[in-house]
């Protein structure tokens, strides 16, 4: 049974005073959840209930593989609030799908883990990393849901939110500004 109410909520950072972090996290706070920062290349604590990264800002690698080495009975729940947009919707799905296949690839190649909580990129691979970001959230998602990491995936678009339902997803539609906090 999943708990609603006193929750410890990993909050995924992408800098430093990121003010949309500190809102979200102040209303998590507000509505009963101890809200914990964690910069996204830090190890993730191993008392929460739920990791919730916005954006995504940046790489969700470092994350993503945390929560993949996790016992799937032991794993927190994985929210991703996308904010950043998919790659046009009029190109064939064909398109889309290996685009961003190749995309997340090239990403989980390039990002390696240094010493436990601190990860970089490979310099050879890192001009991938710069490159077709709307073809990497396409295909990030695809691979954490495969892997059974992605819990619910929040879009701001409920024409979006139908189009990822058809292909198997559970998203829900969530705009910034639907809690008078944000």
């Not at 809102?23 to 739920?50: R, Y």
């Not at 295909?139 to 678009?157: A, P, T, Y």
């Not at 024409?159 to 969530?174: C, H, N, P, Q, S």
């Amino acid at each position: 049974m999943i708990k609603t109410t006193n929750m410890q909520v990993g909050l995924v950072q992408w800098q430093q005073g990121d003010g949309i972090g500190s809102q979200i996290s102040s209303t998590l706070e507000s509505l009963g959840h101890e809200a914990v920062k964690v910069s996204i290349d830090e190890k993730l604590p191993d008392s929460l209930d739920v990791v919730l990264a916005y954006g995504p800002f940046g790489s969700l690698v470092p994350v993503a593989n945390q929560l993949q080495a996790y016992p799937p009975s032991q794993r927190p729940l994985f929210v991703l609030w996308m904010t950043e947009q998919f790659p046009n919707p009029e190109l064939p799905e064909w398109v889309r799908s290996l685009g961003g296949n190749f995309r997340t690839q090239a990403e989980r190649l390039a990002f390696r883990q240094s010493r436990p909580g601190e990860w970089e990129v490979n310099p050879r691979l890192r001009l991938l990393t710069t490159k077709a970001h709307r073809f990497r959230y396409y295909g990030d998602i695809f691979w954490l849901q495969r892997k059974g990491i992605l819990s619910l995936l929040v879009i701001g678009s409920q024409w979006t939110v139908d189009f990822l339902l058809e292909r198997g997803f559970d998203a829900m539609v969530g705009y910034y500004g639907y809690h008078p906090d944000l």
